[in-house]
């Protein structure tokens, strides 16, 4: 594989896949709210 | 005219519905949903063609900026308003009730095609053993579907006994897990499903960078083209990919947004289901054009000579990978077994949109919707799909309810939404109650701007292309194509539209209280947010003043 691929495989997966772990991180910070 | 104010609401019966567990139920569910056939034989192809590494800003930015957006304003609909599209259209302003069975029957139309690919999928997962399809995987389809091609396309009833066995299993599996409910049902079904397909793509992706050529196949798809960024075309086709990717705006997030408590966070869950369908679609990319790499070198021919994708790609390609490939077995039941995961979670949320507009309209409970639904949809989508003339019908109704139906439904319901209704302002302020990440102007200005502005211009370049085209589609027959796409298309809105001055039985669930027994928010009032009240716990609660 090039440099110009490789890099933006790392690119890739660390957007999105990083994407991930944070949105999964923020609602893991937020339990939910018990209903009534 | 209003719905029927919910007052006496305390009087009024509670909907028979059912209920996602929790968070997490949803959560599996809404991914079983947007990861599909699409993540695993569109992207990796859309990917190479427009720009290689290159189009993953292009993509991150569609998925932000409409993807995403677009996600929230479906939850917000179906969350607020506790009903199938139908119902949830009405309560947010009556007139709005025919985008809610234009949706509905978007989904009527794709799920009897739908079945037809899952029941390839399982016939080729168990030919994948013996690889059955020989030295000739091309051929092998032709003789396996029967399908008629070109000119010679008509309507036929010539069945073709193998897929009509499949596709007969495949909708008594669909029955059963809609007999077993929202939460039993679909939701268990994806939280046992989502984690076994990405548990066996994984394994299909370690396969694949094991096979020589796999690195010049990734070298292919992650080289970025810069120079393709300064293509319209390009951004054109990272929004469309992601916006058939995520399911949004036909009926789907919606209704199963119905289904989540009342104080959940909208937000929040929604950016994990974004991002999970993109995270898969990346796996997919890597999977599918390591595969793609072995393929060229075992040929001997450049990779752009072998990139193809959506039926082509799985059912022609891959067979003949697999019967090149080392462990070339295991890569077929971990692929083709992966497409009947993706598929199969993704086929009951189309289905489940049209159950809950029929739960909703005569007040049914679970199991009467489910086969009033079902078994009329199985019987036509057997009849008419596992014929000679299936593929073909698959590929024009697929081509038109994208364009006129998903596209053309998602234009119109963000303009209604944004300019003529003005419900945004109560729709930010329900998403914020209990989300977790805020919306507000850059919101507002995606799902206003952004999104009709992408959706035009994808739907105009569609049309001049099928217009001006030297060639009739796909070859077939001028008529064949206008009866299935062209009126099928309009038949959809003017159905519609039919159906929604249709008036609601008293025992509807229209009438009736949510699930909870709480009564159902009011209509929109046009351009107003939702004032605060300390003493609300669930944005329901909240009324524009």
């Not at chain 2, 029927?4 to 059912?18: K, M, V, Y």
């Not at chain 2, 096979?211 to 080289?223: I, Q, S, T, V």
Request: aromatic share 12%; hydrophobic share 55%.
């Amino acid at each position: 594989m090039s440099f110009s691929a490789i890099a933006m495989m790392i690119v890739a997966i660390v957007t999105v896949w990083g994407g991930l772990a944070a949105a999964i991180i923020n609602i893991a910070r937020h339990p939910e709210v018990q209903e009534d | 005219m209003s719905a029927p104010s919910p007052s006496p609401a305390q009087a009024a019966p509670r909907a028979d519905r059912g209920a996602f567990a929790g968070r997490t139920a949803f959560i599996f569910a809404a991914i079983g949903s947007a990861v599909g056939l699409g993540n695993i034989w569109r992207f990796p192809a859309v990917a190479y063609e427009n720009g290689g590494g290159a189009f993953i800003l292009p993509y991150l930015v569609a998925l932000l900026t409409a993807g995403i957006p677009l996600l929230f304003l479906d939850y917000a609909i179906g969350h607020r308003w506790r009903g199938s599209a139908p119902a949830a259209w009405r309560r947010f302003t009556r007139w709005t009730e025919f985008i809610g069975w234009w949706q509905v029957l978007i989904c009527v139309i794709i799920a009897v095609y739908y079945a037809l690919i899952l029941a390839w999928a399982v016939n080729y997962t168990v030919f994948s053993f013996d690889k059955r399809w020989g030295a000739d995987p091309n051929a092998f389809f032709g003789e396996y579907t029967r399908a008629l091609g070109g000119a010679d396309v008509t309507i036929s009833f010539d069945i073709v006994p193998t897929v009509l066995l499949t596709m007969v299993l495949v909708w008594a599996a669909v029955i059963v897990v809609m007999a077993l409910g929202v939460h039993n049902g679909i939701a268990k079904s994806s939280i046992i499903f989502i984690p076994l397909l990405i548990i066996m793509f994984i394994i299909l992706v370690i396969t694949a960078l094991t096979l020589p050529g796999a690195m010049a196949g990734l070298d292919a798809f992650f080289k970025p083209n810069w120079s393709a960024l300064l293509k319209p075309g390009v951004w054109v086709a990272a929004y469309g990919q992601i916006f058939f990717s995520l399911s949004v705006a036909f009926g789907i997030m919606l209704t199963y947004a119905s289904y989540l408590k009342k104080k959940t966070d909208l937000t929040g869950s929604g950016l994990v289901v974004g991002f999970a369908n993109s995270s898969f679609e990346i796996l997919c990319g890597i999977g599918v054009f390591s595969a793609l790499g072995f393929m060229a070198q075992a040929q001997g021919v450049a990779i752009d000579e072998v990139v193809t994708s959506g039926i082509g790609l799985a059912f022609i390609a891959f067979p003949a990978i697999i019967s090149e490939a080392p462990a070339g077995a295991l890569i077929g039941v971990l692929f083709f077994g992966s497409l009947v995961l993706a598929g199969f979670t993704s086929l009951i949320s189309i289905v489940e949109v049209i159950i809950a507009a029929f739960q909703d309209k005569f007040g049914l409970s679970r199991v009467p919707a489910t086969l009033g639904v079902c078994l009329p949809l199985a019987i036509a989508s057997v009849a008419l799909f596992s014929t000679t003339m299936g593929l073909p019908l698959l590929d024009v109704l697929d081509k038109w309810v994208n364009e006129y139906g998903i596209v053309a439904a998602a234009l119109v319901s963000t303009i209604v939404v944004v300019y003529i209704v003005r419900g945004m302002p109560t729709l930010r302020d329900h998403l914020n109650f209990h989300g977790t990440f805020p919306v507000g102007y850059a919101w507002l200005l995606f799902v206003a701007v952004i999104a009709p502005l992408v959706l035009g211009v994808s739907l105009i370049i569609s049309t001049f292309e099928l217009l001006t085209a030297d060639t009739a589609y796909s070859g077939y027959p001028f008529w064949f194509s206008l009866v299935f796409g062209w009126m099928m298309a309009i038949g959809l809105v003017v159905i519609a539209v039919v159906l929604s001055v249709i008036p609601w039985p008293v025992g509807s669930n229209l009438f009736k209280n949510d699930s909870d027994g709480d009564p159902i928010a009011p209509e929109v009032v046009s351009g107003a947010g939702l004032t605060p009240d300390p003493a609300a716990t669930t944005p329901h609660e909240l009324r524009s003043s």
